[in-house]
Nanobody, 127 residues
Framework: QVRIAESGGGLVQPGSSLRLSCAVS????????IGWFRQAPGKEREGVAC????????LYADSVKGRFTLSRDKTKNTVYLQMDSMKPDDTAVYYC????????????????????WGQGTQVTVSS
């Protein structure tokens, strides 16, 4: 079973930065791709940034390209989402998901392909 715990959410002003952390159980990153998703009130969950199992490939939603950066540290079993130049539209609950896949697979941010989920962390961007 994969355990996932998100942290780092909070209230920030437009234009600010925030870094989210996704801590996963040991060895998860050896076999799973990881994705960051978000869900705003009244909206469907959307993929924000995803990284392949190999770590060689990342995928970003158009709405966050150039502002958000995904990285991972296998020694800490953690995947990070650095969010810069934040906007009010970034307000949502952010979730981290894990998807077991083959080593050569390309990343996907299709949420229905992810099996394991964390509880989420609230991010609010407001002046």
């Amino acid at each position: 079973q994969v355990r996932i715990a998100e942290s780092g959410g909070g209230l920030v002003q437009p234009g600010s930065s925030l870094r989210l952390s996704c801590a996963v159980s040991q060895f998860t990153l050896n076999y799973h791709a990881i994705g960051w998703f978000r869900q705003a009130p009244g909206k469907e969950r959307e993929g924000v940034a995803c990284i392949s199992r190999s770590g060689a490939n990342t995928l970003y939603a158009d709405s966050v390209k150039g502002r958000f950066t995904l990285s991972r540290d296998k020694t800490k079993n953690t995947v990070y989402l650095q969010m810069d130049s934040m906007k009010p539209d970034d307000t949502a609950v952010y979730y981290c998901g894990a998807r077991r896949e083959i080593l050569t697979a390309l990343p996907t941010c299709a949420s229905d392909e992810y099996t394991f989920w964390g509880q989420g962390t609230q991010v609010t961007v407001s002046s």
